[in-house]
């Protein structure tokens, strides 16, 4: 089955960090760009990061930038956000989300996770 | 940023009506804009690339159009599972950004 299953998400205290992992099934990793989008419970979508095929790219919003790090293993089939410096703005669900097409990125996502929620709180 | 304002907000519909979303830029994306459903309690699902082309999967009664800044999301003959909250999206700037949604809620 085609999916992918994200984890990690929890309560943390302000400044502290997190990892999510994310983890893909059912196509060929190792040749699409993967995302992760968040969104604030009952709010809209804000695209976070990005990680290249190959995983020497990678993209931030400058929302997040500095603080998160996104990398993967392509031969686990998994790809990581790594969170630090926490902020209660930060509290979110965050989705990993796969592009639509595979070598060359469209920026357009074909498939989400059904997300791993992050409560940034003291 | 390019900021994508979608109007309405909500839009209150019956089954078998037609519903006409729109979602527009603070500058031009070309055709580069997505449409997204998100079901309650759902990830989101991609419908509509490139402004116009269904993704695969999506039925013919929801169709997209538009260049520029000004685009539409038309779902044609409304059917039950098709209330939802739509996202437009762009890929043309950094960072990649989403509208704020339109809710097609039951009349």
């Known amino acids: 089955e085609v999916q992918l299953l994200e984890s990690g998400g929890d309560l943390v205290q302000p400044g502290g960090s997190l990892r999510l992992s994310c983890a893909a099934s059912g196509f060929t990793f190792s040749t699409y760009t993967m995302s992760w989008v968040r969104q604030v419970p009952g709010k809209g979508l804000e695209w976070i990061s990005a990680i290249s095929a190959s995983g020497h790219s990678t993209y931030f919003a400058d929302s997040v930038k500095g603080r998160f790090t996104m990398s993967r293993d392509n031969s686990k089939s998994i790809v990581y956000l790594q969170m630090n410096s926490l902020r209660a703005e930060d509290t979110a669900v965050y989705y990993c989300?796969?592009?639509?097409?595979?070598?060359?990125?469209?920026?357009?996502?074909?498939?989400w996770g059904r997300g791993t929620l992050v409560t940034v709180s003291s | 940023d390019i900021v994508l304002t979608q109007s309405p907000a909500t839009l209150s519909m019956s089954p078998g009506e037609t519903a006409t979303l729109s979602c527009r830029a603070s500058?031009?994306?070309?055709?580069?804009l997505a449409w997204y459903q998100q079901k309650s309690g759902q990830s989101p699902r991609l419908l509509i690339y490139?402004?116009?082309i269904r993704a695969t999967g999506i039925p013919a009664r929801f169709s997209g159009s538009g260049s520029g800044t000004d685009f539409t999301l038309t779902i044609s003959s409304l059917e039950p599972e098709d209330f939802a909250v739509y996202y437009c999206?762009?890929?043309?700037?950094?960072?990649?950004?989403f509208g704020q949604g339109t809710k097609v809620e039951i009349k």
């Open positions: 989300a796969k592009d639509l097409r595979t070598n060359i990125v469209v920026w357009y996502f074909d498939l």
């Open positions: 500058q031009s994306v070309n055709s580069h």
């Open positions: 490139d402004a116009s």
């Open positions: 999206q762009q890929r043309t700037n950094w960072p990649r950004t």
